[in-house]
């Protein structure tokens, strides 16, 4: 008897971003107490993350008037632009439990190639950014390879191309050198905003979008008879949603010029909308698509998933070509930041503090429980820790003791959930 395997479901892990399809509260009480028992079985997601990013805000706004003002808070957003999306690309990894040591260096020589075709080639700076990405998807593609179809950990691989790809800028640009980034796009990414107007426009668009998409769920669901959150719940994350977003909007709008009679500094910084696009996209991609459901499978039990019919192999190239190309985005957002290129790019502490968003997060170390949105709230935590003890005047070094601590309480999280996860039987 042959059994076709094509047609058996694939395994798909609980917190693989497909939770609430299999979950159905009546009120928004119940929605409550199911969270509670989640958060008991172990479940608990960026809550950590969240609660950790509060207590910083508070204890940096304590002890420093200037941190929650306007200006500040811009410059955060800047700051953490390439952490973010270099650890969205690592999300990617992670998920499979496996690990890029060259996502780092890999921005670093991408960002290299760009600002090479814009000043000795004269590119357009679009064209340059897709050859930028394009050798960024070239590496993914074969440390995936070599991963996949020869079986070497992702541990020697990707050390390897740490080694490897710091010799890209070291020879395109020379020992001591640097390439100016000051294409007036892509460096505008960092020291230009949003026009008012055009940011009021995109942050109401993004609430009616989710507000419209939120409730045609919840209508066709009802309508078809399917699990659903309760309409209580929907209405309740638009509200969240609105305010936040209508907030954060407002308070960039408003003049934040250290001395506002002189000059005006005033919209969104443009890295932001870069982010939310990704952001946007790969919560797509991991929630609502077929890789993303292979991915998580994959990275909840590989032969289960292999026996479901899945490529795994395919899946693992794919998941180190696309964090090898946010590697790319986020190398350029660095040049764009610091409005140069060196041989030292991306070979920094940039691996480490994406890797430690990510995790810090909620994405699991030990693969198949993570989202995007991890790597966005990680990220904004990484970036707190420097930018609140800047402004209270701390030697570096207590930089990294925080920073150290912070990414081994969260991986200790990490492990104690797991823990409690394997007990409950989830």
């Not at 593609?141 to 990707?158: D, E, H, N």
Request: charge should be positive; glycine fraction near 12%.
């Amino acid at each position: 008897m042959t059994v076709d395997t094509q047609s058996t479901p694939a395994p798909t892990p609980a917190a693989g971003g497909f939770d609430n399809d299999n979950v159905q509260a009546a009120t928004v009480g119940d929605s409550a107490r199911d969270y509670l028992n989640r958060l008991r079985g172990g479940d608990m997601g960026s809550l950590p993350a969240i609660l950790g990013l509060i207590f910083l805000f508070v204890v940096f706004a304590s002890l420093n008037d200037r941190f929650l003002t306007t200006y500040n808070m811009a410059n955060l957003v800047v700051q953490a632009g390439s952490i973010i999306v270099l650890a969205m690309g690592i999300v990617f990894v992670l998920l499979l439990g496996e690990i890029d040591l060259s996502a780092g260096v890999a921005g670093g020589a991408s960002a290299t190639i760009i600002a090479l075709m814009l000043i000795d080639y004269d590119w357009t700076w679009w064209m340059a950014t897709l050859a930028g990405v394009a050798v960024g998807a070239l590496i993914g593609l074969a440390i995936g390879s070599l991963v996949s179809f020869l079986g070497i950990p992702s541990f020697v691989v990707t050390l390897a191309f740490f080694l490897a790809l710091q010799a890209i800028p070291l020879k395109l640009i020379g020992s001591g050198g640097s390439l100016r980034f000051n294409d007036p796009v892509l460096r505008g990414l960092s020291i230009k905003n949003v026009p008012i107007t055009a940011g009021w426009i995109a942050a109401v668009l993004i609430v009616a979008a989710f507000a419209a998409l939120s409730l045609w769920r919840f209508r066709s669901l009802s309508a078809k008879g399917l699990v659903h959150q309760p309409l209580g719940l929907v209405i309740i994350r638009i509200a969240v949603l609105a305010v936040i977003v209508l907030g954060l909007t407002a308070l960039l709008s408003a003049n934040r010029a250290p001395n506002p009679a002189l000059f005006n500094i005033s919209g969104i910084p443009w890295v932001a909308p870069v982010v939310i696009a990704l952001l946007l996209f790969w919560t797509f991609i991991l929630t609502k698509t077929r890789f993303g459901r292979h991915l998580y499978a994959v990275g909840g039990n590989a032969e289960a998933a292999r026996r479901a019919g899945i490529n795994v192999q395919r899946v693992r190239i794919m998941a180190f070509v696309i964090c090898s190309s946010m590697a790319a985005i986020s190398g350029l957002l660095a040049a764009s930041y610091t409005g140069k290129v060196s041989p030292g790019s991306g070979g920094g502490n940039e691996l480490l503090y994406a890797v430690g968003a990510a995790v810090i997060g909620g994405t699991s170390l030990f693969g198949g429980r993570g989202r995007a949105i991890d790597a966005v709230v990680g990220g904004l935590v990484i970036a707190t820790i420097p930018n609140g003890l800047g402004l209270l005047n701390q030697a570096s070094y207590i930089n990294f003791l925080v920073t150290g601590g912070v990414l081994l309480l969260a991986a200790s999280v990490d492990a104690i959930s797991r823990r409690r996860r394997s007990s409950a039987g989830v």
